[in-house]
């Protein structure tokens, strides 16, 4: 393509002289005024607007513009003064009704005087940079009418006492009221705000002012909220039926400032009725109006986040502290999750489920329930509760809320380790007694624990599992193989790995004659066909089913332990029998012993020995007979341990010691996993990196890292500077 030079074509009056007649020009605006006149009368229609616009044009093409934009400016400001004149008359209401009748009329005479001097809108007045034919009406409009000193503040205070009358509850009329207020518009930015906007939003920041004083000596929390929200609907209201759109921010802030940023403190703790009372008496509407109020000013929600975190670390430590809450660990745990759900259901229905929220909330429970040493072993109690009896019955669904609630505050564990201490324990015995009341929700516990924790967190706790299975194959090889053991006792024996499983104290007993040979053939069975284990009886974790005949011969079949076995089977050979002759017998520890015979002695409905003198305690001296009286409405009775359900003092110091045992490895290992990848590394930085590394676990003590280090030093894993005596070497 070639480029062409862009041409510019201009067209030029005639060259030949053309002769006007000296009084054209007069004659000829004499029409226009004439016209112009006739116009704004409503006489529009016997004009010939063609003729106007070529009369209109020739005077410009004459150049006799000049005369033309004067001659305009002064009619329509002769006229505009009698305009004035006539709005100024109106008496009270009439006052904006003839305002608005006149700007009607004269935007409709300045559509057709603008029609008619077109020509001189397009050439003259861009060339002489005056203002074109309509903007010059409204600029004279503005100075002659909306700025007139009789008209100005009248006006002003007319519309002001309008929306006042509005706000008290009167019915106005919007429609005046909208077209007035476009009027101002249509007049420019500075028009609307100078003589309306900016007195509109004093005016009102007064208004709010005092009424916000009012409302807060006489009314509560929620009442005050409900008012703020009213009147910040109606000024939305306000702003869609009559105000400019962008009043809409500047009414709102007025509003938001007045009724709720000068009172925030004030709202959020007032006696009865604040924050506090809301959150207690679980009023979601009211809430969910704070929130939303609050939202729209500076530091409205941080203000209702910091009342609700110290609200909730108060009742939770008032909680996890009340020596009486402590007794029952199941209730205690129930109380923790059943206000979790609480500030849950508030943070979802009223806060938006706002994150910050949550996060407070969170941060919240992990603060109070570390406060309570306690907390991983009831935990671990209150899943062992759920899932020994309290789940039977329950759907799958349910069961997985459950678990996911109990797996919600084992992450605000800071002891995690100690956690899996207790559940190991309680899993153990669930497994052994055959008491869980479904192996998928122990299985679904298991794959969460995992997730949360990682594969060494869980893998004993699946072995545990692997055991069961395996001890079931066992025992159908050894009736397979001793086919003349069928008629005799039955032996179940669930064949534990050693590390698999919560360490126990090996205790013999002497079990009877016809139980230890079948434990006897047993042990020569599974030894025969694996080779280079041990085995060792933890008889203290067994249970038996025995078949008694009692006075009037009455049988039933008595569910005990393996050491209630041992002592009721010595009355086979003997009527009368004391606590020495028992002890010697049945080789049973004291602490055991003593539980075993209380709880078949001293338990109304249990109690199927008897014993001389007749207490709650087991003293040496006493002595024990069958109970021949004994009856029950069931042919099975089972006879529990009398047991506590908490460890007792020296128990939890013990749990705690090997707790703090098996961390010292794991901690060595993260300080040589560090400074292996980073050769040199300072105290603080080391401390700082190994409690990251292991809060997943539990949260280290600065004073036990100090120790393992020194323990690394001396087996020479690590070296100090020699210079500088707080940093560490990495020794490969």
Known sequence: MSNQKKR????????????????????????????????????????SFEELYRNAYNMVLH???????????????????????????????????????????????????????????????????????????????????????KIQTRLLNTLLELVLRERTGNVINRGLMRNIIKMLMDLGPSVYREDFENHFLEVSAEFYKGESQKFIECCDCGDYLQQAERRLNEELERVTHYLDAKSEAKITNVVEKEMIANHMLRLVHMENSGLVNMLLDDKYEDLGRMYNLFRRVANGLPTIREVMTSHIRETGKQLVTDPERLKDPVEFVQRLLDEKDKYDSIIRLSFNNDKTFLNALNSSFEYFINLNNRSPEFISLFVDDKLRKSLKGVSEEDVEIILDKVMMLFRYLQEKDVFEKYYKQHLAKRLLSGKTVSDDAERSLIVKLKTECGYQFTSKLEGMFTDMKTSQDTMQGFYASHLELEDGPTLTVQVLTTGSWPTQPSVTCNLPLEMSELCEKFRSYYLG??????????????????????????RHELNVSTYQMCVLMLFNNADRLNYKEIEQAAEIPALDLKRCLQSMACVKGKNVLRKEPMSKDIGEDDAFFVNDKFTSKLYKVKIGTVVAQKESEPEKQETRQRVEEDRKPQIEAAIVRIMKSRRTLDHNNVISEVTKQLQSRFLANPTEIKKRIESLIEREFLERDNVDRKLYRYLA
Do not use: C
């Open 8 to 47: 510019n074509f201009q067209i030029e009056a005639f060259k030949h002289r053309v002769v006007v007649d000296p009084k054209y020009a007069d004659k000829t605006w004499k029409i226009l005024e004439h016209a112009i006149r006739e116009i704004y009368n409503h006489n529009a229609s016997g004009l």
């Open 63 to 149: 150049k006799f513009g000049e005369k033309l934009y004067s001659g305009l400016v002064a009619t329509m400001t002769s006229h505009l003064k009698e305009i004035s004149k006539s709005i100024e008359s109106a008496q009270g209401g009439m006052f904006l009704e003839e305002m608005n009748k006149k700007w009607t009329e004269h935007n409709k005479a300045l559509q057709m005087i603008r029609d008619i001097l077109m020509y001189m809108d397009r050439t003259y007045i861009p060339s002489t940079q005056k203002t074109p034919v309509h903007e010059l009406g409204l600029n004279l409009w503005r100075d002659n009418i909306v700025r007139s000193s």
């Open 529 to 554: 066909t694996h080779t280079g284990r041990r085995l060792s009886w933890q008889t203290n974790m067994g249970t038996a089913d025995i078949k008694a005949t009692f006075g009037k011969g009455q």
